[in-house]
């Protein structure tokens, strides 16, 4: 548990990271995501309830808890007065790596990232992309056995993204254990063995992506626009249906038949379309549709 005065930003969550896992944390903004990573990460005090890292208790075992993390956090907090090199080199002086170690770890690590060429740039010199994964090669300085990341890739485009997925899961298939909170749900869908989704401090659901697709949303959407008859005929089957703006949602394992059903009284006045079920549909029956600032 987590309170900060009246407000109880983390609310008597239980969950458990399998060792060699990739887990994440999902939910809207106020959720309680960031603060149980740092929760986990020590730097927030829990304000009550039992939180164990490497079997070690966080209130009095923090500081070997932290040597054996590396964290990505959602800012960029690199050094801009120095290289790439040099970021990687200074931050190992934290962990107390002797210069020669540390001098091949920060080789080793910015080949990993695809940064060699980059080596003696500085920091401001370096796009949001590079950026990113300078703050991830920075976290594996000390080999971590557990890597937290805040928003991995937030801000950056598709290429940038897809290459820091890659050396994600060779971390995770060198047997790495990663956390990581997104709301980029197609990242969450394709990296996350499991996770649990979040809101007003609490877990609402936990599982597997595909387990949570299927249990929470079935295999399919129909979407058709919202008309009187469209109502009226799916309020006939007996079908239950989610409005996403316009839109009518209809989770469902039989679409083909749904479909048919629709077309036959909205064929000239409404598109109707059926598309696999995501873990964004799972996201948004859960936590809703209204905007969090």
């Not at 020590?42 to 009095?60: A, N, Q, Y």
């Not at 590396?70 to 120095?82: A, K």
């Amino acid at each position: 548990m987590k309170r900060f005065g009246d407000l109880v930003a983390v609310d008597r969550i239980a969950f458990r990271v399998r060792e060699g896992e990739v887990f994440g944390f999902l939910g809207p903004n106020g959720a309680g995501k960031t603060t149980a990573m740092k929760m986990i990460q020590c730097i927030s005090p829990k304000s009550g309830g039992t939180l164990e890292v490497f079997g070690m208790d966080v209130d009095t075992q923090a500081r070997r808890i932290k040597s054996r993390l590396g964290v990505v956090p959602q800012e960029n907090n690199l050094d801009p007065d120095f290289s790439a090199y040099r970021n990687l080199l200074i931050y190992a002086r934290y962990f107390g790596i002797p210069k020669r170690e540390a001098e091949k770890r920060a080789g080793e690590l910015l080949a990993f990232m695809q940064l060699e060429e980059k080596r003696d740039v500085l920091v401001d010199n370096l796009s949001g992309g590079m950026k990113r994964r300078l703050i991830i090669a920075r976290a594996l300085v000390n080999e971590p056995e557990l890597l937290i990341l805040d928003e991995p890739t937030i801000g950056l485009d598709p290429q940038a993204r897809h290459l820091i997925w890659e050396k994600l899961r060779s971390l995770q298939a060198e047997g790495n254990t990663l956390v990581l909170t997104t709301h980029y749900l197609d990242e969450a869908e394709r990296l996350c063995d499991r996770l649990v989704i979040m809101d007003h401090g609490r877990i609402l659901i936990e599982g597997a992506p595909a387990d949570l697709i299927r249990e929470h949303a079935g295999s399919n959407v129909v979407e058709v626009e919202r008309t009187e008859k469209a109502v009226a005929r799916l309020e006939e089957l007996g079908v239950n249906y989610d409005l996403a703006g316009d839109v009518l949602q209809v989770f469902t394992d039989r679409p083909n038949e749904i479909a048919q059903e629709l077309l036959e009284v909205c064929r000239h006045e409404a598109a109707v379309t059926v598309r696999p079920a995501t873990l964004e549909d799972v996201f948004l029956r859960m936590a809703g549709r209204r905007l969090r600032e």
